[in-house]
């Protein structure tokens, strides 16, 4: 019977390996990038669940973050991999802009903002920017 637990684990993970979804990029796209991160996460709890749980916060914010930054400055349609990993979540974020990310300074007096790309450094294990033929991809590697 262990045996049969065992397969069903291995065939759990499989089924929830991966999940990509695209969006057009419109800004009620920020919080449907961010539920499916979530149901995402529903699934892979339900097979590993997360070593801490403010990794699965983290993952959310994250995503949030990477989308709310392909809606403002990337104008035109996102795509949002998520990948289980050995230890962790490998998230992917393809949008339209050739221009990579950059830090700006944190002015308050204008609303805020400036903190994002700052944050998405703070909580990931490793940040990388692709440039590809349409846009680019941003890598990151979070743990769960």
Not at 74 to 91: C, E, I, S, W, Y
């Amino acid at each position: 019977m262990a045996s049969e637990s065992h397969r069903d684990r291995s065939l759990a993970a499989e089924e929830i390996a991966e999940r990509v979804v695209g969006f057009t990029g419109e800004l009620h796209d920020v919080t449907d990038a961010r539920l499916v991160a979530e149901r995402f996460l529903l699934d892979l709890a339900r097979v590993s669940p997360p070593t801490a749980p403010e990794h699965w916060d983290d993952i959310l914010l994250v995503v949030t973050e990477l989308a709310a930054n392909a809606v403002q400055y990337a104008p035109g349609p996102f795509r949002l991999r998520l990948r289980r990993t050995f230890d962790g979540v490998h998230v992917v974020m393809h949008d339209t802009s050739t221009t990579e990310p950059a830090p700006r300074p944190f002015r308050p007096s204008r609303g805020g903002g400036g903190i994002g790309w700052h944050l998405i450094h703070t909580l990931c294990d490793q940040v990388s920017v692709v440039g590809t033929a349409d846009g680019k991809d941003i890598h990151v590697f979070l743990p769960w």
